[in-house]
């Protein structure tokens, strides 16, 4: 599989293509005036690598949670890119995300903290959802998933309370774009209705 990934999620966005067997990857400074400029920089970014648009088949984009000027602005030039270069359009969100190496894991969570909040998710074995997204707060996060597997990125983990990263199960994982082609060919990637997930 060839494709580009773009994740805008967060204030560190990242363009990440993989092409016969070969990665390439650009971290994004995002502000509120990029996104006007994301499709130039996935060209300049193109050009930079000598990739061409022919060489991949799909694009992933990153659904979510997250900024909602990013969020909005990423998946619209990705849905303008698939329509244009007739390229297969993937949703994934950052709670799978977190979790695609713990495929085989009978239940885990995936924790994010979003705008002052925390949200976790539940999966069940092979990342089936077991649970649907639920703000939760610190006291509740040690009391009652405190024996539970948890995940969170590592890039937000500046964002968490010091008793959340001390729980006892709780894995900091590196997001990786290499995982997005693993959890598509598991069939738990979304390829209807690609839209943001806001979280209130």
């Known amino acids: 599989m060839n494709f580009l990934s773009i994740d805008c999620s967060t204030d560190i966005g990242s363009l990440f293509v993989k092409t016969q067997n070969k990665t390439f990857s650009q971290v994004l400074q995002s502000d ?15 050009n930079e690598n ?14 979510g949670p997250g900024n909602f000027s990013g969020l909005r602005g990423s998946l ?10 007739n390229l297969n359009l993937i949703g994934y969100n950052t709670f799978i995300w977190s979790c695609a190496k713990f495929f085989k894991k009978d ?3 995936s924790l994010i903290k979003f705008r002052e909040k925390y949200y976790i998710k539940g999966f069940g074995k092979n990342l089936k959802s077991s649970s649907k997204i639920k703000e939760v707060n610190v006291d509740e996060l040690v009391e009652k998933y405190n024996k539970e597997l948890l995940t969170i990125p590592r890039s937000l983990t500046k964002y968490f309370d010091d008793k959340v990263l001390k729980i006892n199960n709780l894995n900091i994982v590196d997001l990786d774009h290499n995982d997005l082609e693993f959890l598509q060919l598991q069939g738990l990637l979304n390829k209807e209705l690609i839209k943001p997930l806001y979280l209130s």
């Open 32 to 46: 509120k005036f990029n996104n006007d400029l994301l499709m130039k920089q996935i060209l300049n970014f193109f």
């Open 107 to 109: 239940s885990i969570y």
């Open 50 to 63: 000598n990739i061409k648009f022919t060489d991949i088949s799909d694009i992933f984009v990153n659904q």
């Open 76 to 85: 619209a030039t990705a849905k303008g890119v698939s329509l244009a270069k």
